[in-house]
């Protein structure tokens, strides 16, 4: 979760508040995804940036977007491999990679710490990361959960 506790209790907030080295503040949401499946785009959008950090993020892409009048900039991380180009128009709903296990998430699977997850990181037009919560169709509790929404 967004600025979220990690496994354990251990606080990400950047000090030393527990002895794991994912001790600092999460800023991002972590989707359960399995190896292999379809990541789609969240909304219409340019390809602004692609990379690979093998002891981080892995491969990932950002895309920056207009949503409500404002410009954000989506990265998804943990990809198998980067796809799109630079520069590339991409659609609401365009597959734009597929789940991996790249940069630090094949470790962490491994030794137990992680499931198969897709990090979602959402910064404003200043660079400010944001809750990627405020652009997902579906509602998630501070814990986690799915709030349910009732059916009319």
Do not use: W
Not at 13 to 30: E, F, L, M, Q, V
Not at 122 to 145: C, Q, S
């Amino acid at each position: 979760m967004f600025g979220n506790e990690n496994i354990g209790g251990c606080k990400r907030y950047g000090a030393n508040h527990c002895s794991t080295p994912r001790n600092k503040k999460h800023n991002g949401i972590d989707l359960a995804s399995t190896y292999g499946t379809s990541i789609y785009s969240m909304y219409d959008g340019v390809v602004t940036y692609t990379d690979y950090q093998p002891s981080g993020a892995g491969y990932y892409t950002n895309i920056q977007c207009i949503v409500n009048g404002e410009t954000i900039t989506i990265g998804y991380f943990h990809l198998q491999a980067n796809i799109l180009t630079n520069g590339a128009n991409v659609t609401q709903g365009q597959v734009i990679g597929y789940q991996g296990d790249s940069g630090n998430l094949d470790n962490a699977i491994n030794s137990g710490s992680a499931i198969s997850h897709l990090h979602i990181k959402v910064k404003n037009a200043n660079g400010t990361p944001i809750d990627p919560r405020n652009y997902l169709g579906t509602e998630i509790d501070d814990n986690g959960n799915t709030i349910q929404q009732p059916c009319n």
